[in-house]
C-alpha cells in the first residue's frame, strides 16, 4: 500500500508540474517542423580547399542559390559554396581570388537536388568573414561598413 | 614737489584706468540680441542680431534654441555671427509645447556670457493645409552603403494650389534612420523646410518633392530632398515610393485626422527592419496603454532567426510612456519596448500610429504601424473566432526578400487551413510554392495576440509560424482613414515568427472570390528584389537589389492595365538603371475557379524613354499571382523562380476631388503656354 501511495503521490507531483505551465503557454510558440530548418547548426562543418571559381552572380538558369558562391576544390570533392547576396560586395568585403587556399564553415544542404554548402563563415588570407548568421540568414554589410567607416574615422585622429 | 608729482600721476591713472580708458579686459563681454522676432508662424524665418561689447577678441556669438525637441538642430543660418551681423532664425515646423520657443546668444570669447532670453511665439502656418503622415522603407543607393532604411514623417501640404497647379508643403517632419550613416538628429528629427505636392495625372499620380534641414539624405544634386511617387486612392491615402535615385522604397501616405489624443486603449503592431548585425529582424505584439498613457504588452522578435516570443513588457522597474505628440503629431515613446531601441511615433489617426526607430547607437533601423484594437475606452475582447475566411500577405525586405499570399478558413476555433503562394527562391533557394495547400492550428488570446502554427505535413514554403496580431473589427489596415469600403475592414497583423525567415504582413476578412468583383479603376504597388544587373555605366557590384513600383490603371473581366512609377536604380528588375514615370502595366488575370480569390497571369512592365539620355529597357515579364479579399482590395505577389519576387497590394482607386483634378488641368495649360 505505501509503495503505491508513493507511487500515486509521485504520479500526482508530475501530473501538477505539466499542467502547471504559464497561463500565456496557450499562445506559446510550438516549432513543429512542417518545413525543414533553413539552417542547422548542429550539422555544421569547415572545409579547406582552394578556389577553383569565384561566380559573382549566379545567373538564374543554372538554378544556383542567388547571390554569389565560391566553387571550392577540397579532398572530398568539389563544393559549391553559396555566399548570398552581399558578401563580395561593400566595405569590408570578402576579397578571395582563384587558386586562394579558403576555410569555409556552413551546412551542406539539397537545394533542387544539388548539394549546395550554405557558407557562414569563409577565412581568407588570416581574415574571418561572417557571411551568415547562426540561422543561416545571409548579413547586409551593414555591420562591416559601420566597423570600417568607424576604423576610418579613428585612422584620421 | 617730487612727491606731488608722483602723487598726481597715481591719481590720473586711477581715474583713466577706472573710466574704461585702460585695458578692456577689465570691462565684462557684454551680449545683447538687439533684433528678434517676437512671433513667427511655423517653418517662416526672422533677422536675430546680438551687439557684443567689450570683447578685445571680437569673437561674436552662437545662437542657440530652446526646447531642443521642438528647436532642432539647424534653426539658425549662420549659427554664429560676428557682433551686429544678422543671421536668419527659422522657426520649427510644429507649435512647441507652450507655444515658444527660446533664443539665446552666446559670446564665442567668453561661454558663460550669455545675452538675456528673448521668448518667439511659434503660431500655425498662415496658409490653410491638411496634414499627411508617411511612411517607407527600402534599399539606399549609395556606394558602400547599400543599406536597409527606414523613414516616416508629417508633411502640411496647402489646400489651396499655387498659380502653377502644385500644393505647397509648408511645414513638416521626419524621422531617417539606415543604422550606418544616417540617423536623424534626435530629439528634433529632420525639419521638412518645403517643396510641392504635383499631381502628374488626373487619376491621382503625383510627385512629393520634400526639401528637409538634412543634407546626408538625398542625392548629391539634390542634398537635403527627397521625391516620392505617389498613386493616390482617394483624397486621404496613397501607395508611396521614393524614387529620386539615392533609394528606393515602398510605403503609405495617409491623410492625419488627428494629432492627439483620443486614441485608443489597445494596439496591435509590427515593424520590421535590419539589426546591428545586417541581419532582417521583426518585432510584434499588442499592448494597452492606461490613463498616463504608459504602455503595457506582449512583444514578439524575431532577430535574423533568433525567436523569442510571449515577453510581456515592460520589465520591472522600467516603464514604457507614450508621449505627448507634438502639433503635427510627432512624438517619442518614452522606454523601450524591446529593452534597445528607441522609438518614435506619428500620429495618423485615432487608432493609427507608424513607428520608427530613432536610435543611432544601437546600429539598427526599422519602421512599421501600430493600429488600435478598438475605439477610445473600450476593452476589446477577442478569440480565436476573431479570425475567419481571410486572405493574407507576408514578405520580407531587401536584405532576405521572399513574398507569400493566400486565403485560409477557420474553424473559429483551433484550426486553420487554405491555399497559397510562396516565393522564397531569392533567399532561401527552394522553387517556388504555386497553390499549395497548407494548414495547422491557431491560438488568439483575448488581447488579440496569437499565432498560426504550420502543420508537420501541410505547410506553405519554409513557414511555420506566423505571430498574429489582431485589430480593430472597425479599422481598413490598408487605408486607415477609409469608412466607406466596410469589406476592407477588420483583420489582424501577421509576423514570421520562425528560424525560416523573417517578415510581416497583413490579414484582411475575405468577402469577395470572383475575379469578376475585381473590377474598376485601381491603384497598385509593389516592393521587390531582383538579380538583374544594370548594364549601363560602372561595372555592377550587386547581385540582389530592391525595385518598387506604384501605378494606376484598371480591371475589368481579368484584364488589367496601368501606368506608373517604376524605381530600379540598381537594375534588378530591368537590368537597366531605370527611374520611369512612365512605366507600362499590363496583365490578364486567369480565375482559377476554385473559389478562392486566386488568379494568376504574367504582368508586362515596360517603358519608353527619350533617347539618349535613358535607352528603353526590354519588356519585362513577371508571373504573378493575385488573392483578392473583397471588390476593392487584393494582395499579389511575384513567382518567378530565382529571377525577382514581390508582394504589393491593388486597391480601389475612388479618385481624387475635382478640384484636385482642376490643378491638374491649370498646371498643364500653364505648361503649355
Known amino acids: 500500500m505505501k509503495w503505491r501511495s508513493s507511487v500515486v503521490g509521485l504520479f500526482a507531483v508530475l501530473a501538477l508540474c505539466l499542467f502547471a505551465v504559464p497561463i500565456h503557454a496557450q499562445t506559446t510558440v510550438t516549432t513543429k517542423t512542417a518545413a525543414p530548418l533553413r539552417y542547422d547548426i548542429s550539422k555544421e562543418v569547415t572545409l579547406t580547399g582552394t578556389v577553383s571559381s569565384v561566380v559573382k552572380k549566379a545567373s538564374p538558369e543554372t538554378k544556383m542559390m542567388a547571390g554569389s558562391h565560391l566553387i571550392v576544390e577540397t579532398t572530398s570533392g568539389t563544393v559549391d559554396a553559396s555566399l548570398g547576396g552581399f558578401a563580395l560586395r561593400g566595405m569590408g568585403a570578402l576579397t578571395v581570388t582563384t587558386g586562394q587556399r579558403v576555410q569555409v564553415t556552413g551546412v551542406m544542404k539539397k537545394i533542387r537536388d544539388k548539394e549546395v554548402f550554405v557558407t557562414r563563415l569563409v577565412q581568407a588570407d588570416g581574415h574571418v568573414y561572417t557571411i551568415r548568421n547562426e540561422h543561416g540568414f545571409a548579413l547586409a554589410p551593414t555591420a562591416r561598413e559601420r566597423a570600417t567607416k568607424s576604423e576610418a574615422k579613428g585612422g584620421q585622429l | ?673
Not at chain 2, 321 to 345: E, K, M, P, Q, W
Not at chain 2, 528 to 533: L, P, V
Open chain 2, 1 to 673: 614737489m617730487k612727491r606731488g608729482t608722483l602723487w598726481m600721476v597715481f591719481v590720473a591713472l586711477f581715474v583713466w584706468n577706472s573710466a574704461g580708458c585702460g585695458s578692456s579686459s577689465k570691462k565684462p563681454i557684454t551680449v545683447t540680441i538687439s533684433m528678434a522676432p517676437t512671433t513667427l508662424a511655423v517653418n517662416s524665418s526672422g533677422s536675430v542680431v546680438a551687439t557684443v561689447t567689450h570683447d578685445p577678441a571680437n569673437g561674436g556669438v552662437i545662437w542657440s534654441c530652446t526646447p531642443a525637441v521642438a528647436c532642432g538642430s539647424f534653426s539658425f543660418l549662420p549659427s554664429s555671427t560676428p557682433s551686429g551681423a544678422t543671421s536668419v532664425f527659422t522657426a520649427p515646423p510644429a507649435i512647441p509645447s507652450g507655444g515658444s520657443v527660446t533664443i539665446t546668444a552666446t559670446s564665442l570669447t567668453n561661454g558663460s556670457v550669455v545675452s538675456a532670453p528673448v521668448t518667439v511665439t511659434i503660431t500655425a502656418a498662415t496658409v490653410a493645409t491638411n496634414n499627411f503622415v508617411f511612411y517607407a522603407s527600402g534599399e539606399q543607393n549609395a556606394t558602400d552603403a547599400e543599406a536597409t532604411y527606414s523613414v516616416a514623417g508629417v508633411v502640411a501640404i496647402a489646400t489651396t494650389a499655387s498659380a502653377d497647379g502644385s500644393f505647397a508643403v509648408i511645414a513638416g517632419e521626419q524621422d531617417y534612420n539606415d543604422g550606418i550613416d544616417i540617423t536623424s538628429p534626435q530629439p528634433s528629427g529632420d525639419f521638412i523646410t518645403g517643396g510641392s505636392l504635383v499631381f502628374t495625372n488626373a487619376a491621382g499620380q503625383a510627385t512629393l518633392t520634400l526639401t528637409t534641414n538634412n543634407p546626408a539624405i538625398g542625392n548629391s544634386v539634390n542634398p537635403g530632398m527627397e521625391v516620392f511617387a505617389l498613386a493616390f486612392a482617394n483624397d486621404n491615402h496613397a501607395l508611396i515610393v521614393q524614387f529620386d535615385g539615392s533609394a528606393t522604397s515602398s510605403g503609405s501616405y495617409d491623410f492625419q485626422s488627428s494629432t492627439t489624443a483620443p486614441i485608443s486603449t489597445s494596439f496591435a503592431f509590427t515593424t520590421a527592419g535590419v539589426d546591428s548585425s545586417g541581419a532582417t529582424i521583426a518585432e510584434a505584439g499588442v499592448f494597452a496603454l492606461d490613463a498616463s498613457s504608459n504602455l503595457t504588452g506582449t512583444l514578439d522578435v524575431n532577430d535574423g532567426g533568433a525567436v523569442v516570443t510571449g515577453t510581456a513588457f515592460p520589465v520591472a522597474p522600467a516603464t514604457v510612456t507614450l508621449g505627448v505628440a507634438d502639433s503635427l503629431g510627432r512624438g517619442s515613446i518614452a522606454g523601450s519596448i524591446d529593452g534597445t531601441t528607441t522609438i518614435n511615433f506619428y500620429v495618423v489617426g485615432p487608432e493609427v500610429l507608424r513607428l520608427v526607430d530613432v536610435d543611432a547607437a544601437s546600429g539598427d533601423t526599422s519602421v512599421g504601424s501600430a493600429y488600435g484594437q478598438g475605439a477610445a475606452g473600450t476593452t476589446p475582447v477577442f478569440s480565436a473566432a476573431s479570425i475567419g475566411t481571410s486572405v493574407f500577405s507576408v514578405a520580407g525586405n531587401d536584405v532576405d526578400q521572399f513574398a507569400a499570399a493566400g486565403q485560409f478558413t477557420t474553424d473559429s476555433v483551433s484550426t486553420f487551413s487554405g491555399v497559397g503562394d510562396e516565393n522564397e527562391s531569392l533567399s532561401i533557394g527552394s522553387a517556388p510554392v504555386l497553390a499549395g495547400a497548407f494548414g495547422g492550428t491557431y491560438a488568439v488570446n483575448a488581447s488579440g495576440y496569437g499565432n498560426f502554427t504550420f502543420g508537420a505535413a501541410n505547410g506553405l514554403g519554409s513557414m511555420l509560424v506566423l505571430g498574429v496580431y489582431v485589430v480593430d473589427p472597425a479599422l481598413n489596415i490598408l487605408d486607415p482613414n477609409n469608412t466607406t469600403n466596410a469589406a476592407g475592414e477588420g483583420g489582424a497583423l501577421f509576423a514570421e515568427m520562425d528560424a525560416n525567415l523573417v517578415g510581416t504582413g497583413v490579414l484582411i476578412p475575405q468577402t469577395d472570390t470572383a475575379l469578376t468583383a475585381l473590377a474598376g479603376p485601381f491603384v497598385f504597388g509593389a516592393q521587390g528584389d531582383g538579380t538583374a544587373e544594370s548594364t549601363v555605366g560602372p561595372p555592377p557590384v550587386t547581385v540582389i537589389d530592391e525595385f518598387d513600383f506604384v501605378g494606376e490603371g484598371a480591371i475589368a473581366g481579368g484584364a488589367f492595365t496601368g501606368t506608373g512609377v517604376l524605381s530600379d536604380p540598381f537594375g534588378s528588375l530591368t537590368a537597366t538603371s531605370v527611374q520611369s514615370t512612365n512605366a507600362a502595366f499590363s496583365a490578364s488575370f486567369v480565375d482559377d475557379l476554385e473559389g478562392i480569390g486566386r488568379s494568376t497571369s504574367n504582368l508586362q512592365v515596360s517603358a519608353t524613354f527619350t533617347p539618349p539620355a535613358t535607352p528603353d529597357f526590354p519588356t519585362v515579364t513577371l508571373a504573378v499571382t493575385v488573392y483578392e479579399a473583397n471588390a476593392g482590395q487584393a494582395f499579389w505577389i511575384d513567382t518567378d523562380d530565382l529571377t525577382d519576387v514581390f508582394a504589393g497590394s491593388i486597391q480601389s482607386n475612388t479618385g481624387v476631388t475635382a478640384a484636385v483634378k482642376k490643378r491638374v488641368q491649370a498646371r498643364t495649360t500653364n505648361q503649355k503656354h
